[in-house]
């Protein structure tokens, strides 16, 4: 497909248990991103990849979220011991930066919704 | 720290009506690009508009425009002959000094038959 993949598309875990949500870009894309869009909000920033520098990690919420992606494409978001306030919709976006760093538009998924009960 | 702030947690609009969508935001950039997004129940996010800050004219996208408005960091989104597929949730978002996108908390939109 063209687009953004995300899988899995609904995610239902126990509290304390890790889950790993995965992100396929766009084919060429070299900026892929992570957000979490919780109940009623909007989006919040999470993690930055961009071509093969350090990601900007600065919206992670905790230790316990991290990410990583493999050969400049597909990316994993994982959650270790997860607890009730972590459900939410996790999207993922990819885009082609502008030259001088300006933000293009980003290209999103269809998210994955984690429920932890 | 930037903020996008969308004032209108609900609209409502009757069909082939005008409807338009409050956007401010905060920066100390001169230079940056503004973005409007659709968000359906299907959770997909679609690009609806963008505006670049350096350009003065108003970017337009069939029945959709914007009044930018960069003295006063204002972003509104006008949907004309609004239609019942219009109805989605709004996000008004900013490019970010980190290479991500800041967003406001959404509007819904419903639109009446």
């Known amino acids: 497909g063209a687009g953004v993949s995300q899988s899995p598309s609904n995610k239902v875990t126990e509290k304390g248990k890790d889950v790993e949500l995965r992100c396929d870009p766009i084919?060429?894309?070299?900026?892929l991103y992570w957000y979490r869009q919780s109940l009623g909000q909007g989006l919040e920033f999470l993690i930055y990849?961009?071509?093969?520098?350090?990601?900007?990690k600065s919206g992670l919420p905790s230790d316990r979220f991290s990410a990583e992606r493999t050969g400049g494409s597909v990316s994993t978001l994982t959650i270790q011991r997860t607890q009730q306030e972590d459900s939410a919709v996790y999207l993922c976006?990819?885009?082609?930066?502008?030259?001088?760093?300006?933000?293009?538009?980003?290209?999103f998924g269809p998210g994955t919704r984690l429920t932890v009960l | 720290a930037q903020t996008v702030t969308q004032s209108q947690p609900e609209m409502s609009v009757q069909e082939a009506e005008t409807v338009t969508l409050s956007c401010t935001y905060d920066?100390?950039?001169?230079?940056?690009?503004l973005f409007w997004y659709k968000q359906p129940p299907s959770r997909q996010m679609i690009l609806v508009i963008r505006?670049?800050?350096?350009?003065?004219q108003n970017a337009t996208e069939n029945r959709f425009s914007v009044n930018f408005q960069k003295a006063a960091k204002s972003f509104s989104l006008k949907i004309s002959d609004s239609q019942l597929g219009d109805a989605a949730m709004y996000f008004c978002?900013?490019?970010?000094?980190?290479?991500?996108?800041?967003f406001g908390k959404g509007t819904k939109l419903s639109v009446k038959p």
């Open positions: 976006a990819s885009s082609i930066p502008l030259a001088g760093g300006q933000v293009n538009e980003q290209f």
């Open positions: 084919s060429g894309h070299t900026a």
């Open positions: 990849f961009q071509g093969n520098s350090a990601p900007d």
């Open positions: 920066t100390s950039e001169s230079d940056y690009y």
């Open positions: 505006q670049e800050a350096y350009k003065q």
């Open positions: 978002a900013k490019g970010g000094s980190q290479g991500n996108l800041i």
